[in-house]
């Protein structure tokens, strides 16, 4: 979604509406932003709405604002490893509520990426920058300005980086009206990364080959999600490295998750999850299995690391045990995050 509006008031918005494209939001909240000339308020929908002031409507496309949601997985296995070095994989993957935000705005020349994150590159290491290369290369888009609000930790295995990138593909194909379809924006973005294609589509599929085979599957019964990021990052390059295929002892049934998810039965879904890198991740960083046992013994239904690690989240039916899994982690000085999917 891309939340861009023109309004000419500056203040005094609690309680008013805002109308765009004939439908009609009630204003809750408003707080600044990071962005130039830019507010969020709240709606009575929820969401986060990204506000331009005083802007004419010949400028309304020169910048475009778009939510870049983390992921977790439901389900990873691994199995094999391939000629060029990848490994093929096959996993369930699942869009959640935590999410950065992305500002593209046109500019006379070059590329710019822009964040207030020590750990986060602003030169071409960066996905959401190579993104922007690519698109430029194939389109001939010269001058964009990246400007990223990073929400989502880093190599936490929640897919921060290739959601970022995501957004790139998504707003370029708006703001320069290039019109690619969304198969077409995802082969593309295979190329830059594994995960960005399922970024690019969201929602709960299922990803094959190195990641880039994106296959949508009925949506999982919304929950609430507890995070839990340690101190440290993990590389997904040396977890891969330090995997042995034949130590493995338990696989995902995927066909099992996909039924179950198909069926609303949440709580087996929660209770059937498994990734086989935390073969790895795990024997290295004991603290993790730690996290893990004490998500279920605080009522999550299900718990399991994500991604490469080192993040491990917890699936509740009860938002109110969720909250207080979280402030528990957060007194002990994690990094803490309620969402949900």
């Known amino acids: 979604m891309f939340f861009v509006y023109n309004i000419h008031e500056t203040g005094g918005l609690e309680g008013k509406s805002l109308i765009l494209c004939n439908m009609t939001f ?86 710019q990426v822009v964040c207030r994150n020590a750990y986060v590159p602003e030169d071409r290491t960066n996905t959401a920058y190579r993104a922007a290369a690519l698109l430029g290369s194939m389109f001939g888009i010269d001058g964009i300005r990246i400007y990223i609000i990073k929400n989502i930790p880093v190599a936490a295995g929640l897919g921060g980086g290739s959601g970022d990138a995501a957004a790139v593909f998504h707003g370029i194909n708006k703001l320069f009206s290039l019109d690619l379809p969304l198969d077409k924006l995802m082969k593309i973005s295979a190329n830059i990364g594994a995960d960005i294609p399922f970024c690019i589509k969201g929602g709960t599929a299922i990803a094959e080959g190195i990641g880039e085979i994106i296959t949508s599957i009925a949506p999982l019964q919304a929950a609430s999600i507890v995070l839990v990021k340690p101190r440290f990052g993990v590389s997904t390059r040396w977890v891969y490295k330090n995997l042995n295929l034949d130590k493995i ?17 949440i709580k087996n879904v929660a209770e059937n999850m498994i990734n086989v890198l935390e073969s790895v991740t795990m024997e290295k960083y004991e603290e993790l299995k730690s996290i893990k046992d004490r998500l279920l013994e605080y009522g999550a239904m299900g718990s399991m690391m994500s991604g490469s690690g080192p993040t491990v989240f917890g699936i509740f039916n009860c938002r109110e045990n969720a909250k207080k899994a979280a402030r528990i982690f957060e007194s002990k000085g994690y990094r803490c995050f309620l969402t949900s999917t």
């Not at 969020?40 to 309304?60: H, M, P, W």
């Not at 002892?249 to 039965?265: Q, W």
């Open 26 to 111: 009630e204003i809750h909240k408003r707080f600044p932003v990071d962005f130039e000339s830019h507010i969020a308020v709240e709606s009575e929908f929820g969401f986060l709405v990204i506000c331009c002031l005083n802007l004419n409507i010949g400028d309304f496309m020169k910048s475009i604002i778009v939510k870049a949601q983390a992921k977790i997985n439901l389900s990873l296995d691994v199995l094999n490893k391939r000629q060029d070095g990848y490994h093929d994989v096959k996993m369930i993957m699942q869009s959640i509520e935590l999410h950065d935000i992305v500002e593209l705005k046109k500019i006379n020349k070059g590329i």
């Open 249 to 265: 002892k338990k696989r995902p049934d995927t066909k099992k998750l996909v039924r179950l998810i198909n069926s609303g039965d």
